[in-house]
């Protein structure tokens, strides 16, 4: 199993710039979801996902879209990207919610700057 | 999910063992001990949980307190690629949102 997989690992925008940050698990987790991490702030719930067509937000929703139209797939969508969107992009997943099944394993992440 | 306390920093010498310590005073009868590390500009890399009873895999040991109020995760043999931030994380099991929280962490310097 390759795991979480995300790309890119580096991307450079400029304000008002759209892009499309992926991740991919090969394991056939039904739980997916991004974090953000900011130096001082730890690790941050962006959005998440308890399978297919079923999303819901974190704890720092704004400025980010998700969809989930299949299991292995939940790309994190920047519409307008803005500087407070710095960043690096941690995306997770797990076999379930389920106890005993939900421990997490993180991508390599999204090293993203927007100037 | 309950709160936990860690020292900021901690030095291993190579080869020996890592102890590393984590207090949880409040927590509660259904949340889990679980244990991940940061090392340097990667991914959190899960290494272990537990609820009561002591746990072991290949990459470390568990130790929890029969209290549960307290915790230590044990790096038998510290190497050098054992350098990283250490997160201790109290959650319920099966929670609504998979939300982790991580803290501060400790971070762990192995030295030759």
């Known amino acids: 199993n390759a795991g979480v997989t995300q790309t890119p690992k580096f991307q450079v925008l400029k304000t008002g710039q759209s892009m499309t940050l992926q991740c991919a698990q090969d394991m056939n987790h039904e739980y997916m979801s991004w974090y953000r991490q900011d130096p001082g702030m730890g690790l941050r719930l962006i959005h998440y996902?308890?399978?297919?067509?079923?999303?819901d937000q974190g704890e720092v929703p704004n400025g980010y879209n998700v969809s989930r139209s299949t299991t292995e797939d939940f790309p994190l969508r920047l519409l307008s990207a803005a500087p407070s969107q710095t960043s690096v992009y941690f995306c997770?997943?797990?076999?379930?919610?389920?106890?005993?099944?939900?421990?997490?394993?993180f991508g390599p992440g999204t090293r993203l700057t927007v100037l | 999910d309950a709160k936990t306390t860690q020292p900021p920093s901690m030095d291993c010498a190579e080869g020996r063992a890592a102890n590393l310590p984590c207090n949880h005073s409040?927590?509660?009868?259904?949340?889990?001990v679980y244990w991940y590390r940061q090392i340097h500009s990667q991914g959190p890399q899960y290494i272990i949980h537990?609820?009561?009873n002591n746990e072991t895999n290949e990459m470390a040991s568990l130790i929890i307190t029969e209290d549960r109020k307290s915790s230590t995760l044990i790096l038998p043999h510290a190497t050098l690629r054992d350098t990283a931030v250490y997160y201790c994380?109290?959650?319920?099991?099966?929670?609504?949102?998979?939300?982790?929280?991580f803290g501060q962490g400790t971070t762990l310097q192995v030295k030759p």
């Open positions: 996902s308890v399978g297919a067509g079923i999303t």
């Open positions: 997770a997943s797990s076999l379930s919610l389920a106890g005993g099944q939900d421990t997490q394993y």
């Open positions: 409040t927590i509660s009868g259904n949340e889990y």
């Open positions: 537990g609820l009561k």
């Open positions: 994380i109290v959650r319920v099991a099966g929670s609504n949102t998979g939300k982790l929280i």
